[in-house]
């Protein structure tokens, strides 16, 4: 997975809770994403980051924060979990330097469940 | 708005057919056109890559056609393996870091 651990790897919480979920790169790419992966639709960016401390929103932002405090770690903070939220997040990295321009490396995924 | 469809939802094959998966896209700006393999319980990893001037790109068993003009892609497997049981994703790229997935096509492959 190209240097890439999320954690935890799965998770169940329950409605109102915070929920943060990490991600580890050990490849120096700038650009970092978070998506979410649901039946029925494609992958949907929640929020991506191309910078130590830039980041910016996607398309389902809602109830979602991130951070990014060094190049190598990518958090995505639920503020307080919701059913709607149950989904399986995973975490992308890219760089127009790392050769292959803008191919994305996915990391293994997390399993959130919010009862 | 950008979107990418991809067909059919789902195949089912037996061992060392082929198959085709289809995708059509409605992107604006074009950038490239990758595939993406999606084994159960992992992240996507890239197959192939494809620009606006390549009609054709092979990885393996894997071929990837692309039509600029009817904005229209394939992915062909050929003698298929129970490995290649995946989701197969088709994703567009627009201009910078965007990138606009398909909902997929998952195969399975039978013994």
């Known amino acids: 997975d190209a240097g890439i651990t999320q954690s935890p790897r799965h998770k169940v919480t329950e409605t109102g809770t915070p929920v943060t979920l990490r991600c580890h790169q050990t490849e120096n790419h700038r650009y970092m994403y978070w998506y979410r992966q649901d039946p029925g639709h494609g992958l949907r960016l929640i929020h991506y980051s191309y910078g130590v401390k830039d980041t910016d929103k996607g398309e389902v932002s809602d109830g979602y924060s991130v951070s990014r405090s060094k190049t190598e770690d990518f958090l995505l903070t639920l503020e307080s979990a919701t059913s709607s939220q149950t989904s399986v997040y995973f975490c992308?990295?890219?760089?127009?330097?790392?050769?292959?321009?803008?191919?994305?490396?996915f990391g293994p995924g997390t399993r959130l469940t919010v009862l | 708005k950008n979107q990418v469809e991809q067909s059919p939802q789902s195949l089912i094959i037996l061992e060392g057919k082929n198959c085709t998966l289809q995708?059509?896209?409605?992107?604006?700006?074009?950038?490239?056109l990758r595939w993406y393999k999606q084994d159960t319980g992992r992240g996507p990893v890239s197959l192939t890559i494809m620009t606006f001037s390549e009609n054709t790109k092979s990885n393996g068993r894997y071929t990837a056609t692309l039509d600029a003009d009817t904005k229209q892609s394939s992915l062909h497997i050929t003698a298929s393996q129970l490995s290649d049981s995946a989701s197969y994703i088709c994703v567009v790229t627009s201009g910078t870091y965007k990138y606009i997935f398909g909902t997929g096509t998952r195969l399975k492959v039978l013994a």
């Open positions: 995708c059509n896209y409605t992107v604006s700006p074009f950038s490239n």
């Open positions: 992308a990295i890219s760089d127009p330097l790392a050769g292959d321009t803008d191919t994305q490396y």
